[in-house]
C-alpha cells in the first residue's frame, strides 16, 4: 500500500525541513532513501531519529576510537547498557546519561526524569539497579539562580531515587561560573544480573507482536521545530508542555514488572521509550535485529484525544516501555502487568518485509526501507582548531603569580580551600539520598568510590564519577586523560580494580572549531588512558551543544568507571581509622599548580598547564595499592585531587563525622618545592595511605618501582594536623577543618534559604531555557 | 437519575499544627517585600468529579471522602469549597 | 519462625527486612502481596519501608484499603506482633493501628543519616533484648516522619510506658540537633495499647550488619524470635 499523507498535513517545504534540524545535504540524502518526498510523520521521524542525540553524527568517528572490548565485557557500545562480567555467574549493567538541557528548564523534573530514564535503561538489560550516581555541575553558589537550580536538582535526583529505592552512593557536584547558564546533571546507574538474564534490545521472530507498556502517551516534550507547522497560539502551546514530568510510582512499578517479564520467558526483546519516544525505540529494535516492523498509531494508548501519528511517534512521555513478546505469549505478558496495575496494548508487529513502516490504521502514514532509517544518517567531522585564547591561559606562567598576602599563612588557604564549595563536604546533598537501602552500601557518599556488596558473594563493585573540566578547558586531551586515571585510582583506594567505564561527553556546539577541537582531543585522552588502564568504553552518552551567549561550559568528559572489588575484606575507607597509625605517601610530589583549585578560589585563575598523568606510573601506583590492600596493610587510602595534599589530609583526619583523627605529617623532603604547590599543587598519582605496617606498603611500592616514603603518624584528634613544611611548622585544628569543610554548603544555602523559600516548589518565573 | 458533579475540596493542616511549609512560604513572602503577611498554611486542592441525584447528595459523598481518604482525622481539616453540576 | 513481610506497591525495603529475617537470623520469611488476604501463617507481621502509593495524597493513606490490611488488623487484633517501620508507621498510623500520624519533616527535606536513638522500654517483645536507656544507632531515611499527636494521646503515651524509642544525640542527651524532623517530644517509636504492635521511623532492618553501618537492630529482631518462640 502506498504512503498517503494525511489530510491537514503540511506541505513540505525548505523552511518546515529546516525547522526539523535537518541540512539541505541530509535532505537530499532522504530523497535518495524514500525515492520519493517524505510525509510530514516522516520528517518528524527522521527529525528524532538523525539528531544529535540519537545518531552521535558529531562524535561517532571519534567515539569509534576509543577501545571497547575486554575478556571480562559482555555488551559494548551500542545498547540501552554495557554489560561486564564479574564472576560468579553475575554480571553488572551499566550506564550514564545527561539530562542537562532539561535540568536548565526545571530542574526538579529535569534531573528526576534523568534518574527515571537511567534506570530504565539498565533494568531493560535484565539487570536490578543496585546503585545510583550523579555527576552535576552548577555556576557560582552565591547566585540566587544557582542556588535554585542546584537544590531543584537535588531534591528531584532524591525524591525519584529514594521512592523508588535505588541508593544514590556517589556523586560529584562542582560549582565553576562556566557552568553558570548549563547546569550539567549526568546520572549513572549500576544494576546486576545474572548473565543468562542478559537481554537485549533486538527486534526478532516474524510475527512476534509488538506492545507498548506502562503510562499513557501524551504530547510532552515534542520539541520547538516539531510543531513549527502549526500556529503558535498560546492554546497550543499550552497542551504541549515542554517539561516531563516523572512519576517515580509508576517507575517501581515498571521495573518490577519488567524484570518478572524478562524472567518469564515471554518476550525476545524490551526497550524504554526514552528520548525520541515510540520512534526510535522501535527503530533502533528493528535495526539491531535487521527486521521489518509496522506501528500502528491508533492503538497506542493516548492520554489525550485527537493526537496524530506525528505526535504519538515524537512524544517523551516518561515511564514507558516497548516490549517485543513471543507471539501467543501476549496473554502471558498481560497477566504480569496486570499484577503490577500497568496497562499493555499490542501497538505493531515484527514483519519479514524489510520494511520500517507506521499505520494509522489502514492508512501508511510513513514508510522507510529496511534500516537505512538508523544506518544512512551521516556523520560529520568538522573543522578542528584550538582556541588561542585558552592557549595563551594555558601558558600562563602560574608560578610567577605573586601570593596574597594572607598565604603567610598556610592555614588560611587550607581553610579557603577547604571552604570552597567544590571541595568541600556535600553532606547536603547526600543526606537528601536514601544512600542505604538495599542494605549493601559498604562505603557511601563521600568516599573515594563507593563500594555496594555483591548479595550472595564475597565480592563488591567500586564506582566513581569524575571529571575536572578545569584541566579539560585547559587541556582537552590531558584533561580527559586525567579523568579516567583519577577515577581509577578512586576505585583502586577503595579496594577495586578497575574494569570498565561509561562516559558522558558534555560540550559546547561541535560546529565551532575551537569546540571540536575539544571534543577530538578529550576522545583521544580518554582512550589511550582507557587502553592503558584496561577499562574499555561500554557505552556512554553524548551531550552537546551545552552553550549559551556568553559561552560553552568547560568541556567535561565525565568518567563513570566500575571496579570490582574481589573480597569485601578489601574494601577500604578514606579516612583515617586508628591513632598510632603510620602515614605513608605514594607518589612524587611537583612544583605543578596549573589548572589548580587552589588558583581558581584564591586566585580567581583558571590558568596553566593542568598536572600530567604518566599513565604507566597510575598503573603500578594501582597494581601498588591493591597489592598492599590484600596482604592487609591498608587502614585508609585516599587520593590527592582538587586542592592537593594539604586538603586530602585534612579529609582524612575530618572525614569521618562521628570520629576526627589528628595527625603529625613532616613533609621536610620536599623542602626544595615551592611551598604552596607542594601542599596545594596537584600533582597525579597520589595518594594518603594509613597502615600499621608501613614498611609493608613501602616495600610492596618499591616492588612496582613506585615511590613510597613514611610521611608522619595518624594521632588523637586532640592533636590537630601539625605539618612540617618548608622550613616551617604549622598546625591547622581538626573543629576548624571540619567546619569548613562541612558548614560551607549548608551556610551558603540557609542564607538563601529565606528568601527563596523552598526550591523545588516555589519556582521562579524568569527561567532561562 | 443522576447528574455530574465537580466538587472542590479544600484541605489544610488543622491550626495549631506546625506546618513547616507553611512557615518557609511566610519568610520567604517577608523577605520579598510582604511584611503584611501574617500566617500562612499550605495545604491541598483535590477537585473531584462524580455523579450523584443532586447537589446534597454529592456534597454528603464529597464529605464522606475526605472523612475516609481525603483528609487526615488527625492533622487536617477540609472544606467542601463549592459543588458544581457539569 | 515465620515472619510475612507485605509487598504494597511502591514498598521498596520489603527486601531489606526479608535478608535482615532470613540472612541475619537464620529465620523464615515470605513476601505478602498487598492484594491477598492470606497472612500465609506468618506469625509475625512487617509492614516494611518505601513509597507505596508513590506518598501520593498522603503517606500511607492508599495502602491502609489494600485487601491484606484487613488480615494484618486481625492478626493484630489477636495480640499477635506487627512491626510497622517507616511507611509502614505511616501505614499503621493511617490504618488506626496505631495512634497519632507523621508529617512532613520541620527542615522540609528527605532526610538520610544514622541516627542515635534511646531505648525508653524494655517492656515489649521488640525490645527485651535491650538494656533501658541504652543509646542504639539506628538509620532513619524519609521526608515524612515528624511524630505528630494531640498532648492527651501523647501523656498517654508517656503514662502508659509506650513510647519505645526517642530521638537522642549520641551521648543519649537531647539537643536541638539531636531530633532529626521536629517529632513532638522526639518520639522515633511507639506501641499500642496491647504492647503487640511497634511502629518506628528509624531502620531496624538496615541496621542488622555493622559492614553495611551498624548491628544495633539486631536486638530488636532477635526479642522477637525470642519472645514469640518463648
Known amino acids: ?769 | ?86 | 519462625m515465620k515472619f510475612g513481610i507485605v509487598t504494597f506497591p511502591g514498598s521498596n525495603c520489603d527486601y531489606d527486612a526479608y535478608h535482615a529475617v532470613v540472612d541475619q537470623l537464620g529465620e523464615t520469611a515470605a513476601y505478602l502481596w498487598h492484594k491477598d488476604r492470606d497472612l500465609q501463617g506468618a506469625d509475625v507481621v512487617i509492614l516494611p519501608g518505601g513509597f507505596s502509593y508513590g506518598d501520593y495524597l498522603r503517606c500511607g493513606a492508599i495502602a491502609r484499603f489494600s485487601p491484606i490490611m484487613d488480615a494484618v488488623a486481625a492478626h493484630a487484633a489477636r495480640g499477635a506482633p506487627v512491626l510497622a517501620i517507616c511507611n509502614g508507621f505511616q501505614i499503621a498510623c493511617e490504618a488506626g493501628l496505631l495512634p497519632g500520624a507523621l508529617l512532613r519533616n520541620a527542615s522540609l527535606k528527605y532526610v538520610c543519616e544514622q541516627r542515635h536513638l534511646r531505648v525508653e522500654t524494655t517492656d515489649s517483645r521488640f525490645t527485651a533484648g535491650y538494656e533501658k536507656g541504652q543509646v542504639v544507632r539506628i538509620p532513619i531515611a524519609h521526608g515524612e516522619g515528624r511524630y505528630h499527636a494531640d498532648d492527651a494521646t501523647l501523656d498517654r503515651l508517656e503514662a502508659e510506658d509506650r513510647v519505645v524509642f526517642r530521638y537522642v544525640g549520641a551521648d543519649g542527651g537531647s539537643d536541638d540537633r539531636s531530633n532529626p524532623n521536629g517529632s513532638l517530644r522526639d518520639v522515633a517509636g511507639i506501641l499500642n495499647e496491647g504492647r503487640n504492635v511497634l511502629g518506628m521511623m528509624p531502620h531496624p532492618e538496615r541496621a542488622v550488619e555493622p559492614l553495611v553501618g551498624s548491628g544495633d537492630g539486631l536486638a530488636l529482631f532477635e526479642s522477637i524470635v525470642a519472645r514469640v518462640a518463648a
Open chain 1, 1 to 769: 500500500m502506498p504512503v498517503t499523507p494525511r489530510p491537514g498535513d503540511p506541505t513540505i517545504t525548505p523552511a518546515l525541513v529546516a525547522e526539523h534540524g535537518i541540512t539541505p545535504f541530509e535532505y537530499e540524502r532522504l530523497l535518495a532513501m524514500l525515492g520519493r518526498e517524505p510525509t510530514f510523520t516522516e520528517l518528524g521521524i527522521v527529525s528524532a531519529l538523525w539528531s544529535e542525540h540519537c545518531s552521535y553524527k558529531h562524535s561517532r568517528p571519534l567515539l569509534r576510537t576509543l577501545p571497547t572490548e575486554a575478556p571480562w565485557v559482555l555488551q559494548g557500545p551500542g545498547e540501552n547498557a554495557g554489560v561486564i562480567a564479574v564472576g560468579d555467574g553475575l554480571a553488572v549493567a551499566f550506564k550514564i546519561e545527561s539530562h542537562n538541557h532539561p535540568s536548565a528548564v526545571e530542574p526538579y523534573q529535569g534531573a528526576a526524569t534523568g534518574v527515571g530514564g537511567i534506570l530504565r535503561d539498565v533494568f531493560t538489560m535484565g539487570a536490578r539497579p543496585i546503585a545510583l550516581l550523579d555527576s552535576l555541575r552548577f555556576g557560582d553558589l552565591e547566585s540566587p539562580r544557582v542556588r535554585y537550580l542546584f537544590s531543584g536538582v537535588v531534591k528531584g535526583i532524591g525524591d525519584y531515587g529514594n521512592c523508588v529505592g535505588i541508593p544514590t552512593v556517589a556523586g560529584e557536584v562542582v560549582f565553576d561560573p562556566a557552568y553558570e547558564g548549563n547546569p550539567l546533571v549526568n546520572a549513572m546507574c549500576v544494576g546486576l544480573l545474572k548473565e543468562e538474564e542478559l537481554i537485549r534490545a533486538v527486534a526478532q521472530g516474524v510475527g512476534n507482536p509488538i506492545i507498548a507498556v506502562g503510562a499513557r502517551t501524551g504530547r510532552d516534550g515534542i520539541h520547538g521545530a516539531s510543531f513549527a507547522s502549526e500556529d503558535l497560539s498560546e492554546e497550543n502551546e499550552a497542551k504541549r508542555p515542554r517539561v516531563q514530568v516523572g512519576d517515580p510510582f509508576t517507575e517501581k512499578l515498571l521495573l518490577e514488572a519488567s524484570l518478572e517479564l524478562i524472567r518469564s520467558g515471554h518476550i525476545v526483546a524490551i526497550q524504554d521509550m526514552g528520548a525520541a519516544g515510540l520512534t526510535s525505540s522501535s527503530a533502533e529494535m528493528a535495526a539491531r535485529g535487521d527486521v521489518g516492523v509496522v506501528i500502528d498509531t491508533t492503538k497506542v494508548p493516548a492520554r489525550e484525544e485527537g493526537m496524530t501519528p506525528y505526535e504519538l511517534l515524537l512524544s517523551e512521555s516518561q515511564e514507558r516501555m516497548l516490549v517485543v513478546a513471543k507471539k501467543g505469549h501476549e496473554d502471558d505478558v498481560a497477566a504480569i502487568l496486570q499484577k503490577w496495575d500497568l496497562t499493555a496494548a499490542v501497538i505493531g508487529e515484527v514483519i519479514a518485509e524489510p520494511v520500517y513502516r507506521v499505520t494509522e490504521g489502514d492508512r501508511v502514514v510513513a514508510e522507510f526501507p529496511g534500516i537505512r532509517l538508523v544506518t544512512d544518517c551521516p556523520t560529520y567531522e568538522p573543522e578542528a582548531r584550538e582556541s588561542d585564547a585558552i592557549r595563551a591561559q594555558r601558558e600562563t606562567d602560574v608560578a610567577a603569580i605573586a601570593e596574597l598576602p594572607e598565604e603567610s599563612d598556610p592555614v588560611w588557604t587550607l581553610t579557603r580551600l577547604l571552604s570552597s564549595p567544590t571541595i568541600a563536604s556535600k553532606r547536603w546533598v547526600h543526606r537528601q539520598y536514601d544512600t542505604m537501602v538495599r542494605t549493601s552500601t559498604v562505603i557511601g557518599p563521600g568516599g573515594d568510590a563507593a563500594v555496594v556488596r555483591l548479595r550472595g558473594t564475597d565480592k563488591a563493585v567500586a564506582l566513581k564519577v569524575d571529571c575536572n573540566g578545569r584541566y579539560c578547558h585547559l587541556d582537552p586531551y590531558e584533561g580527559a586523560k586525567q579523568a579516567v586515571a583519577e577515577a581509577a585510582r578512586n576505585v583502586a583506594c577503595a579496594g577495586g580494580r578497575p574494569k570498565a567505564i561509561t562516559n558522558n561527553l558534555n560540550f559546547g556546539n561541535p560546529k565551532r572549531p575551537e569546540v571540536y577541537f575539544q571534543l577530538r582531543e578529550a576522545v583521544r585522552g580518554m582512550g589511550e588512558a582507557c587502553r592503558a588502564l584496561q577499562t574499555p568504553v561500554t557505552g556512554g552518552n553524548v551531550s552537546l551543544y551545552n552553550e549559551n551567549p556568553n559561552g560553552a561550559i568547560y568541556p567535561t568528559p565525565v568518567i563513570g568507571m566500575v571496579g570490582l572489588v574481589e573480597a569485601i575484606a578489601h574494601v577500604t575507607p578514606a579516612h583515617f581509622r586508628r591513632a598510632g597509625d603510620a602515614i605513608v605517601l605514594l607518589g612524587e610530589n611537583t612544583a605543578e599548580l596549573g589548572g589548580s583549585e587552589y588558583l581558581q578560589r584564591v586566585h580567581g585563575l583558571a590558568a596553566g598547564a593542568p598536572p600530567r598523568v604518566d599513565l604507566d606510573a597510575e598503573r603500578r601506583l594501582i597494581d601498588a595499592l591493591l597489592d598492599a590492600i590484600a596482604g592487609g596493610h591498608v587502614a585508609s587510602a585516599h587520593d590527592c585531587s582538587d586542592g592537593g595534599l594539604a586538603v586530602a589530609l585534612a579529609e582524612c583526619a575530618v572525614g569521618d563525622e562521628e570520629r576526627w583523627l589528628g595527625a603529625d605529617v613532616d613533609l621536610s623532603a620536599w623542602d626544595a618545592l615551592p611551598r604552596r604547590a607542594l601542599l596545594f599543587g596537584e600533582a597525579q598519582g597520589r595518594v594518603v595511605v594509613s597502615t600499621a605496617a608501613p614498611d609493608a606498603v613501602v616495600a610492596t611500592a618499591a616492588r612496582l618501582a613506585y615511590a613510597a616514603r613514611v610521611v608522619g603518624a595518624v594521632a588523637a584528634d586532640a592533636h590537630g594536623v601539625p605539618v612540617t613544611a618548608a622550613g616551617g611548622r604549622f598546625t591547622a585544628a581538626l573543629a576548624a577543618l571540619a567546619d569548613a569543610d562541612g558548614g560551607a554548603i549548608p551556610r551558603l544555602m540557609e542564607r538563601a534559604a529565606s528568601a527563596s523559600a523552598t526550591a523545588g516548589e516555589s519556582r521562579p518565573h524568569h527561567t532561562t531555557p
Open chain 2, 1 to 86: 437519575m443522576t447528574a455530574s458533579f465537580r466538587i472542590e475540596i479544600r484541605v489544610v493542616p488543622r491550626r495549631g499544627i506546625l506546618d513547616p511549609q507553611g512557615k518557609a512560604v511566610a519568610d520567604a513572602l517577608h523577605s520579598l517585600g510582604f511584611p503584611e503577611v501574617g500566617d500562612v498554611r499550605v495545604g491541598r486542592h483535590v477537585v473531584v468529579e462524580t455523579r450523584a441525584a443532586d447537589a446534597a447528595e454529592a456534597g454528603r459523598r464529597a464529605a464522606e471522602m475526605c472523612e475516609k481518604l481525603l483528609a487526615n482525622p488527625v492533622t487536617e481539616d477540609f472544606e467542601i469549597e463549592q459543588v458544581v453540576p457539569v
